[in-house]
């Protein structure tokens, strides 16, 4: 049984990751940057649209690599390695699409991508699996900004630089006084891993997003690999109003376009005994030959997504609009 987190200090090698100061030599960058296909392009041009991210390509090498130089790693570990070096291969041989391909192979249906970033805790969770002095890992410019009931700045930064959300197997997710079936227990982790099931990146995946209600498909990718594609129903996206923010939107149904089945798998209200994913149901609709379409296509493909942006979100396809 592994230590309870709370009943421990924090260890140098939590407070490396946390200050994450690590930096690489150029010869490094240069031959990774290669394997991108970044040498295939002039310095200046502004127009890296069909290369893999360097610091993808990075934290793919050491993905692929960890898992076999440590002791016991977990089954998580291991299946994030076998991904990892997957996709490299996939990436190495130039067989990652490009989006003007998967633009003209969509049908004429807004199909949106999201960028997912690493595993991490959100808002309350954090207190749940917090090591004892993890606060002395904060920078300065961290304050108490409550932000509701259950998050503020503080828990979100540790979330993201202290706690490991990669398996959550051990957390307790049904807590007193917080009913089971409100949105933040359903998004009790945000980003990917590459050892996620559809109903743990359905969790992070369905929101909140600024995207347009219309859309149709959402493809979460992880360093451009998409391993699944979600349909959301009419009037499924929720909007959200922040103070400073445009509307943000939360799917609160969809269903996961099971290409392997031919079938629709309903990712449903969150099970009572483990609140952070959804029942997965299987529909009785058959998936109609627009969903196959999208979702054959992009299942478990590995997209070139162009050098680092800070949108998250990426237009596949809109309907009724040509994108290139």
């Not at 994450?20 to 991108?36: F, M, Q």
């Not at 690599?65 to 130039?94: N, T, Y």
């Not at 990718?221 to 129903?233: A, D, E, L, N, T």
Request: net charge neutral; with cysteine; charged share 30%.
């Amino acid at each position: 049984m592994p230590q309870d987190p709370r009943k421990r200090g924090l260890t140098a090698a939590e407070l490396q990751g946390a200050r994450n100061r690590l930096t690489l030599s150029p010869d490094l960058v240069r031959r990774i940057a290669a394997l991108g296909g970044y040498d295939r392009y002039d310095a200046f041009t502004d127009r890296l649209t069909d290369v893999i991210d360097v610091t993808d390509l990075i934290e793919l090498l050491v993905t692929r690599g960890l898992a076999d130089m440590e002791l016991c790693p977990s089954p998580q570990r291991k299946m994030e390695a076998d991904r990892a070096r997957w996709i490299l291969d996939r990436i190495v041989a130039g067989r990652a699409l490009t989006r003007h391909h998967v633009h003209d192979q969509l049908p004429s249906e807004t199909v949106v991508l999201f960028r997912m970033g690493p595993p991490r805790l959100w808002g309350y969770p954090v207190r749940q699996r917090l090591p004892r002095n993890a606060d002395k890992a904060l920078p300065s410019r961290v304050v108490d900004d409550p932000t509701g009931p259950w998050t503020d700045a503080k828990e979100a930064w540790l979330g993201w630089h202290i706690t490991d959300a990669s398996d959550l197997g051990e957390l307790e997710t049904v807590v007193p006084g917080v009913p089971a079936d409100d949105d933040r227990n359903q998004r009790l982790r945000l980003g990917m891993s590459l050892s996620d099931g559809p109903d743990q990146v359905w969790s992070s995946a369905r929101g909140h997003w600024s995207i347009k209600p219309e859309t149709t498909y959402i493809v979460p990718s992880r360093y451009g690999w998409c391993p699944y594609v979600f349909r959301i129903p009419d009037g499924a996206w929720r909007g959200d109003e922040f103070e400073g923010h445009r509307t943000r939107y939360m799917a609160e149904r969809g269903y996961w376009i099971d290409v392997q089945h031919k079938r629709l798998v309903e990712m449903g209200a969150p099970d009572p005994d483990n609140a952070w994913l959804p029942r997965m149901t299987v529909s009785g609709d058959a998936p109609t030959p627009t969903d196959l379409r999208v979702a054959e296509l992009l299942t478990d493909q590995v997209l070139q997504l162009g050098a680092a942006g800070k949108n998250p979100v990426i237009r596949l396809r809109q309907k009724g609009r040509r994108l290139f």
